[in-house]
């Protein structure tokens, strides 16, 4: 069973900056196509970004410009990389995984963000 562990998260003020991490068990890392999602109290998980084993990324158009999803593939691990945080980027963000040709899909358990001054 792959397991995803996430780590980062916290409390920030708006404008500042935070970078998450997700660690990935397992030997498919590299092949995976990974993102990263959140989800608002009240509201259903939306997409954040994304970035397949070749390294091209795509992001929702809320993050473009302030966040930045990378991956290491000797580590096992994506990052988001968020910076110039608002009020509305309060929630859970979760890791994701997917096996590009199985199609399977693995969840991180989430770590909380929440941006307030």
């Known amino acids: 069973q792959v397991q995803l562990v996430e780590s980062g998260g916290g409390l920030v003020q708006p404008g500042g900056s935070l970078r998450l991490s997700c660690a990935v068990s397992g030997s498919l890392f590299s092949i995976y196509v990974m993102g990263w999602y959140r989800q608002a109290p009240g509201k259903q998980r939306e997409f954040v970004a994304q970035?397949?084993?070749?390294?091209?990324?795509n992001s929702a158009d809320s993050v473009k410009g302030r966040f930045t999803i990378s991956r290491d593939n000797a580590r096992n691990t994506v990052y988001l990389q968020m910076n110039n945080l608002k009020p509305e980027d309060t929630a859970v963000y979760y890791c994701?995984?997917?096996?590009?040709?199985?199609?399977?899909?693995?969840w991180g358990q989430g770590t909380q963000v929440t941006v307030s001054s």
């Open positions: 994701n995984a997917v096996h590009p040709a199985i199609g399977n899909a693995y």
């Open positions: 970035i397949i084993s070749s390294g091209i990324t």
